[in-house]
């Protein structure tokens, strides 16, 4: 990357922001690190949970760490007009036969936005919200003018079953179930905490070179494939995200790689994936399942190995009843090792095939082996 000392510098900034956030969300870590991870990415978070849950506040918290940032905030009902979000008709262009409106305090003009209920707003604002949200355009009489807007935070007690919604809650790439506190312990803190004050700040063009460096993180061709298998793996199980959702999903890895200081993606910013690829919250159990499997399921493999090795091991070391039976085990034990080993061969096989690495390979190799040798030897069987 280019002008690192900016970067790193930057990328400072944003995760002390980040961290001063966290003080503030009890319970909220990885909802913090999407919305940081939005802001780099240039996406947008749905946040469904309960009234009370904080989810404004967040949105709020965020833009008052941004420096000459713009927000808005507003609940939209289905008697919410286009002028309160939107900003009224300007009379005086209407005199000149021009319709346009004046968007100054409204969302036009905001930098960080937060919306309530999103999904209960009118046709003619989803619309208008449609083109702001994908094409960063709102269209005011003649013409469309561009906005300014980074991340918009969308709200919802739960999510829209009508088919005309699915394209708004297409749009929200980063989504997030939020519920009440469930610990005790921090619920209490939360009871008696005292107000974060704002000592985190980020500038409006340091997001502009975090989000210019995220261009350049790398993503390694094994996590590429890893994509590509969650994606056919989802569809045996009838989840089907949209196309779109992948691609910007990979924007949004690298802003999350960058965001914990990393110069690639890697298998930790894969398992993100779970707050982007499921539509309805009855998936996020199979998102979550494909994911474990695609991203660990290697070395869960090998761990298996492992303890059936261990077990064998043991099963070796029992007092048997004359020496023809202990050799017996130890012939029988000796051959199933030996299995064993080669199992973790063909693990590491398919892994490099993959593309991934299958961490502590060698030593779990070791320990078969020094398994083995127990097994071969008399005395007692040891473990690495």
């Avoid at 930057?10 to 009890?26: D, H, K, M, T, W």
């Avoid at 808005?72 to 300007?90: H, I, N, Q, R, Y």
């Avoid at 906005?147 to 969308?154: A, R």
């Avoid at 089907?240 to 802003?255: E, K, M, T």
Wanted: with cysteine; proline share 4%.
């Amino acid at each position: 990357m280019e002008d690192e000392q900016p970067i790193g510098e930057a990328a400072s900034r944003l995760r002390a922001v980040g961290a001063e956030l966290g003080r503030c969300f009890l319970e909220r870590s990885e909802v913090v690190e999407g919305a940081l991870a939005a802001l780099v990415a240039r996406q947008h978070v749905l946040l469904v949970g309960p009234p009370g849950t904080a989810k404004s506040m967040l949105a709020d918290e965020l833009c008052r760490r941004i420096e000459g940032a713009r927000s808005f905030a507003w609940l939209l009902t289905k008697f919410t007009t286009p002028d309160e979000v939107f900003g009224p008709v300007s009379l005086r262009a209407l005199e000149n036969d021009e319709y346009r409106r004046v968007t100054t305090g409204k969302l036009p003009e905001a930098h960080v936005a937060f919306l309530d209920e999103v999904f209960k707003a009118s046709s003619s604002i989803l619309n208008a919200l449609l083109a702001i949200l994908n094409e960063r355009r709102f269209h005011d009489g003649r013409g469309a003018v561009e906005v300014p807007l980074l991340t918009l935070f969308g709200a919802a007690n739960e999510l829209p079953e009508e088919d005309e919604l699915a394209a708004v809650q297409d749009r929200f790439l980063l989504r997030f179930v939020v519920e009440y506190l469930s610990e005790d312990w921090r619920f209490l803190r939360m009871l008696t905490a005292p107000p974060v004050e704002v000592s985190a700040r980020i500038s409006l063009d340091d997001l502009r070179v975090l989000q210019a460096a995220a261009e350049s993180v790398e993503v390694p061709d094994g996590v590429l494939r890893s994509i590509a298998e969650i994606r056919a793996e989802l569809g045996r199980r009838g989840v089907v995200p949209s196309d779109r959702r992948f691609r910007q999903g990979v924007s949004l890895l690298r802003a999350l790689a960058l965001v914990r200081g990393r110069e690639r993606v890697g298998d930790e910013e894969l398992l993100f994936l779970r707050h982007v690829l499921w539509r309805d919250p009855a998936e996020r159990v199979a998102v979550d399942e494909v994911l474990r499997e695609i991203v660990h399921g290697f070395d869960e493999r090998l761990q298996e190995v492992l303890f059936q090795g261990r077990e064998l091991g043991d099963y070796a070391a029992r007092d048997w009843d004359s020496p023809e039976e202990r050799a017996r085990a130890r012939v029988e034990v000796e051959t199933k090792l030996r299995q064993l080993l080669r199992r973790v061969e063909e693990i590491e096989r398919q892994a490099r095939e993959s593309g991934r690495s299958v961490a502590g390979a060698a030593d779990a190799r070791g320990e078969l082996e020094a398994i083995r040798s127990g097994v071969a030897h008399p005395g007692p069987v040891g473990r690495a």
